[in-house]
């Protein structure tokens, strides 16, 4: 054949080559995962002190803060009626000396 010089590239070149190209991407690969921010780097999200179960209702993880608080979100979630809401308010409120 007119313009064919030699036998090619062989066995050993074609390894080499094929080994040369997987190096390169992995190095590639490698150095995109460095540079990039990852999510070990980000600080973590403070979560608010749970509650432990008293066994008193149905939602107990709700998060600490003040009792008239925890008592308002039950209203809202629907799961203390309006009658109810009302006599725990008065008795937190009794307790505290009628003080909000």
Same mark, same amino acid.
């Given at each position: 054949m007119m313009g064919w010089y030699g036998t090619g590239m062989g066995g050993f070149g074609l390894i080499g080559m094929g080994l040369f190209w997987l190096a390169l991407i992995g190095l590639i690969v490698w150095l995109v995962v460095? %540079? %990039? +921010?990852? &999510?070990? =780097? =980000?600080?973590?999200? +403070? &979560?608010?002190?749970?509650? /432990? +179960?008293?066994?008193?209702? +149905?939602?107990?993880?709700?998060?600490?803060? /003040?009792a008239l608080e925890i008592l308002d979100q039950r209203l809202a979630r629907g799961e203390v009626d309006v009658e109810t809401y009302q006599s725990i308010k008065a008795t937190i409120l009794d307790s505290r000396g009628g003080a909000r």
């Open positions: 460095r %540079l %990039l +921010p990852g &999510r070990t =780097q =980000q600080p973590p999200i +403070p &979560r608010p002190p749970v509650v /432990p +179960p008293t066994g008193a209702g +149905p939602r107990d993880d709700v998060a600490a803060g /003040p």
